[in-house]
């Protein structure tokens, strides 16, 4: 069978704390013919002499550095110094099982297909949880395109999305991966996402396997979970890039809820945490209920979602800052 070089390709910025439990399990995968690309984007800590001292170890692992010029740049920076025939991506923070590399290949190559992806855990305080996701098997053609319009943005069934939107948990063909990583360029906010719905829309063909065989790890220096003021902007700017390579419109059924689910996290998840009282919350959600993006979504008449969410959404259409501020105020209070 044919053995082919799968590059994994690690972008690294301020991490060492995690880094030794990421590479220990790239350099102990099952199958050999790797090369690892440890590409440091300006980190402040250890980072880039922990991956020197893996190096120093294993001849398989190249490493890079760079000033900071944010994960986009690095991935790409990082993939044009790689050769493999499939090329992968594993966050800095986050580790895989040791079969990781050989399970996704061996799907590769029985099914014949551009793109694989794989199921993940999310960890929290060391606490392994599966992340339930009813689309998997071969999707090619018009099963394809109902991934994306299906699974995408939003499953009715699990009430997230139906296939994981990160490039991690993915092995690409090497022909696939530049135009994926430039859909994501200049977006710091949903850079994978862009990449993951470019990369549906290019390839021929995906298998979708049920192995969990990734661990993304959540911790609260992550970009994606931290409130700051240019967040809607951020979100903003990737809901306009998905319009951009939806040009079959595939997205467009459940662009609302994504809409919403997405508002309610920037608010109820992170902004209710960072805000002191009442007035800094309302001007900043005031500033969101005026953006001129959203101004058909907040024209919909109501959205098929959770009675709560059907409520948030109501009190933002409607303008009613403090009721909605002490709706949530009692959801956490609940919780």
Same mark, same amino acid.
């Given at each position: 069978?044919?053995?082919?070089? @799968?590059? =994994?390709? @690690?972008?690294?910025?301020?991490?060492?704390?995690?880094?030794?439990?990421?590479?220990?399990?790239?350099?102990? !995968?099952?199958?050999?013919?790797? +090369? =690892?690309?440890?590409?440091?984007?300006?980190?402040?800590?250890?980072?880039?002499?922990?991956?020197?001292?893996?190096?120093?170890?294993?001849?398989?692992?190249?490493?890079?550095?760079?000033?900071?010029?944010?994960?986009?740049?690095?991935? *790409?920076?990082?993939?044009?110094?790689?050769?493999?025939?499939?090329?992968?991506?594993? #966050?800095?923070?986050?580790?895989? +099982?040791?079969?990781? =590399?050989?399970?996704?290949?061996?799907?590769?190559?029985?099914?014949?297909? /551009?793109?694989?992806?794989? &199921?993940?855990?999310?960890?929290?305080?060391? &606490?392994?949880?599966?992340?339930?996701?009813?689309?998997?098997?071969?999707?090619?053609?018009?099963?394809? /395109?109902?991934?994306?319009?299906?699974?995408?943005?939003?499953?009715?069934?699990? &009430?997230?999305?139906?296939?994981?939107?990160?490039?991690?948990?993915?092995?690409?063909?090497?022909?696939?991966?530049?135009?994926?990583?430039?859909?994501?360029?200049?977006?710091?906010?949903?850079?994978?996402?862009?990449? @993951?719905? !470019?990369?549906?829309?290019?390839?021929?063909?995906?298998?979708?396997? #049920?192995?969990?065989?990734?661990?993304?790890?959540?911790?609260?220096?992550?970009?994606?979970?931290?409130?700051? /003021?240019?967040?809607? !902007?951020? &979100?903003?700017?990737?809901?306009?890039? *998905?319009?951009?390579? /939806?040009?079959?419109?595939?997205?467009?059924?459940?662009?609302? =809820?994504?809409?919403?689910?997405?508002?309610?996290?920037?608010?109820?998840?992170?902004?209710?945490?960072?805000?002191?009282?009442?007035?800094?919350?309302?001007?900043? @959600?005031?500033?969101?209920?005026?953006?001129?993006?959203?101004? #058909?979504?907040?024209?919909?008449?109501? *959205?098929?979602?959770?009675?709560?969410?059907?409520?948030?959404?109501?009190?933002?259409?409607?303008?009613?800052?403090?009721?909605?501020?002490?709706?949530?105020?009692?959801?956490?209070?609940?919780?």
């Amino acid at each position: 069978m044919h053995n082919p070089l @799968v590059s =994994i390709i @690690v972008p690294v910025y301020n991490a060492s704390k995690f880094l030794n439990v990421c590479i220990k399990t790239l350099v102990e !995968q099952t199958y050999k013919n790797i +090369e =690892i690309i440890l590409f440091d984007d300006g980190s402040k800590d250890s980072s880039f002499e922990v991956c020197k001292t893996w190096a120093e170890k294993d001849k398989r692992i190249k490493t890079y550095t760079q000033e900071n010029q944010g994960v986009s740049i690095t991935r *790409l920076n990082a993939f044009e110094k790689s050769v493999g025939e499939y090329v992968t991506f594993v #966050d800095s923070d986050d580790y895989v +099982e040791t079969s990781y =590399i050989e399970k996704m290949l061996s799907y590769a190559q029985k099914y014949n297909v /551009d793109v694989v992806s794989s &199921q993940h855990y999310s960890v929290i305080d060391n &606490q392994k949880h599966k992340v339930i996701r009813k689309y998997v098997g071969l999707y090619e053609g018009k099963s394809k /395109d109902d991934l994306i319009e299906n699974a995408f943005l939003y499953d009715k069934q699990t &009430q997230t999305t139906g296939i994981t939107v990160y490039l991690c948990t993915k092995l690409i063909k090497r022909e696939f991966v530049r135009k994926t990583l430039q859909a994501g360029l200049n977006l710091w906010y949903g850079e994978d996402q862009a990449g @993951v719905l !470019q990369l549906l829309y290019d390839c021929g063909s995906v298998y979708v396997s #049920d192995d969990y065989t990734y661990y993304y790890v959540i911790h609260n220096s992550q970009v994606t979970s931290i409130y700051k /003021d240019n967040l809607l !902007q951020g &979100q903003i700017e990737c809901w306009k890039r *998905l319009k951009e390579i /939806d040009y079959k419109h595939l997205l467009d059924k459940y662009f609302p =809820i994504r809409i919403m689910l997405n508002l309610n996290n920037i608010i109820s998840n992170k902004l209710l945490k960072h805000v002191h009282k009442f007035s800094e919350f309302k001007d900043k @959600v005031k500033t969101i209920r005026n953006e001129e993006f959203l101004k #058909d979504f907040f024209a919909l008449k109501s *959205l098929p979602l959770s009675m709560k969410m059907r409520i948030e959404f109501s009190l933002l259409k409607h303008k009613l800052f403090f009721c909605l501020y002490l709706f949530l105020l009692l959801l956490n209070k609940i919780r």
